[in-house]
C-alpha cells in the first residue's frame, strides 16, 4: 500500500467513525465552505450562493467576484452580512487584481483595495481577498524584482486604514507570481497584517507543484481553496486543466494534512472551476523561460515529477467556459448543470475522503 493510499484510507475510515457533537467536532474538524465563483454560469443573487451553502450544510461561503445587481451598494454587503449570520455562516470577500501598470493607476489601485475594506468590514470578513494580475502576462512589463516592490509599496499605502479596521489582506497566489515570489509580497508588506489567500489550482500554471506552494505559503495562510488539475507531459511541455476535486493528479491528502498542520482555524473553501480546455505549458522550449528569469531549478522539477506522473482527463466535461469569450446560449444550461454537479461531487469528496467540515456533521 501506497502513502497516497493509506491516507486515503484512514480519512475515509474516520469518517465511518461515530460523530462527534458540535463542540468536539470543532476542535477535530477544518471548517469547510465554498467558493461562489465556481457557480457563476447560475448568476445567482448573493442570497441566493448562501442559501445553498447553507443547504449542503456547509461552515462558510468565500464570496468571490459577486455577480449581484446590488453588489455596488455597501448597504448590501451589511444586508448580506447579516444573512451569513442569520443562517450560521462564516463570510469571507475580496476584490480582484490590484497592481497598478503606471504611476497614473496607483491611486484608482488605492481605491480598490480600500472598497474591498469597506465592503469586508461591512459583512463581517476578517480579510480582504486581491492577486496582482490575471496571469504573468499581464503583469507591468518590468522584472518580478520591480512588481513585487511596486505591490508592496502599493499595500503599505493602505496599511494605516487596514490596521484601524482590524482586517487582513490575502493575497491570492494566482497566475502571476510563483510562491517564492508572493511570500516576497507578503513578508515586504508585513506578515503581520498581509497573508496568503492560497489557491491550489493556480500552482500548475506557472510550472509549480501544489505541494510546493503549501509549503511555502502554508505558513501564511488566512484560507485555503482546494482546486484539482490534471497535469501530464507533451511533446512541447506539459497540458495543465482543472477538475473536480478528488479526479485530478494533486495529492489532497497530503495537502489538507499539512494545512491542518500548520494552520487549523483557517476555512478551507472548495473551489472547482472547470469547463476550461487544457493549457499548454511550453517549458521545452526556450522562449517560455524568459518569462521565469528567477525560476528554482528544484521546484521546477517537482512540477515535471507531477507531469510525468499524470494523465489526461477522462470523464465528460463541458468545455464552454473559455476567458474572454461569451459562452453561447445553448450551452449555458449544460455548464449550470457541470458546476453544479462538479462543485457537489467535489464538496462530497472533501467531506468522505478529505474528512473536512464541521456542521454536515451533526
Not at 48 to 55: E, F, H, N, T, V
Not at 144 to 164: C, G, T, W, Y
Not at 207 to 231: F, K
Request: net charge neutral; hydrophobic share 40%; aromatic share 8%.
Amino acid at each position: 500500500m501506497t502513502r497516497r493510499d493509506f491516507l486515503g484510507t484512514a480519512a475515509s475510515a474516520a469518517v465511518v467513525a461515530p460523530r462527534l457533537n458540535a463542540a468536539e467536532a470543532d476542535v477535530s474538524y477544518q471548517k469547510m465552505g465554498l467558493n461562489t465563483y465556481c457557480l457563476r454560469a447560475f448568476k445567482w443573487t448573493d442570497k441566493q450562493l448562501l442559501d445553498y451553502a447553507a443547504s449542503l450544510k456547509l461552515d462558510g461561503v468565500f464570496l468571490q467576484d459577486s455577480l449581484d445587481p446590488d453588489r455596488d451598494k455597501l448597504q448590501h454587503w451589511r444586508e448580506i452580512g447579516a444573512y451569513a449570520r442569520q443562517l450560521k455562516l462564516h463570510i469571507e470577500t475580496g476584490v480582484g487584481a490590484v497592481l497598478p501598470h503606471s504611476s497614473d493607476a496607483v491611486e484608482a489601485s488605492r481605491q480598490q483595495l480600500l472598497l474591498g475594506l469597506a465592503r469586508s468590514k461591512a459583512c463581517g470578513s476578517p480579510l480582504v481577498r486581491c492577486l496582482l494580475a490575471g496571469d504573468r502576462a499581464h503583469l507591468p512589463p518590468v522584472s518580478d524584482a520591480r512588481n513585487i516592490s511596486a505591490m508592496v509599496k502599493l499595500l503599505k499605502s493602505v496599511e494605516p486604514q487596514f490596521r484601524e479596521a482590524g482586517l487582513k489582506v490575502a493575497i491570492e497566489n494566482h497566475k502571476d507570481l510563483q510562491a517564492w515570489e508572493t511570500r516576497e509580497v507578503i513578508e515586504g508588506a508585513g506578515k503581520d497584517w498581509v497573508g496568503s489567500y492560497l489557491d491550489t489550482g493556480n500552482p500548475v500554471f506557472v510550472v509549480e507543484n501544489p505541494l510546493t506552494t503549501v509549503e511555502v505559503l502554508g505558513p501564511y495562510a488566512l484560507c485555503v481553496h482546494l482546486r484539482d488539475s490534471v497535469v501530464y507531459e507533451c511533446p512541447r511541455g506539459a497540458m495543465v486543466q482543472w477538475v473536480p476535486l478528488g479526479q485530478g493528479d494533486v495529492d489532497f491528502h497530503e495537502i489538507v494534512q499539512r494545512v491542518h498542520t500548520l494552520k487549523p482555524d483557517v476555512y478551507v473553501y472548495i473551489k472547482p472551476i472547470t469547463g476550461r480546455p487544457p493549457h499548454l505549458m511550453p517549458y521545452l522550449e526556450s522562449a517560455f523561460w524568459k518569462g521565469y528569469p528567477d525560476a528554482r531549478a528544484f521546484e521546477f522539477a517537482r512540477f515535471v515529477a507531477l507531469a510525468k506522473q499524470g494523465r489526461p482527463y477522462e470523464k465528460a466535461m463541458v468545455v464552454e467556459d473559455v476567458p474572454g469569450r461569451k459562452t453561447p446560449e445553448p450551452f449555458v444550461a449544460a455548464l449550470q448543470y457541470q458546476q453544479r454537479e462538479h462543485m457537489e461531487e467535489s464538496i462530497d469528496y472533501a467531506k468522505k475522503s478529505l474528512n473536512l467540515g464541521v456542521r454536515w456533521r451533526a
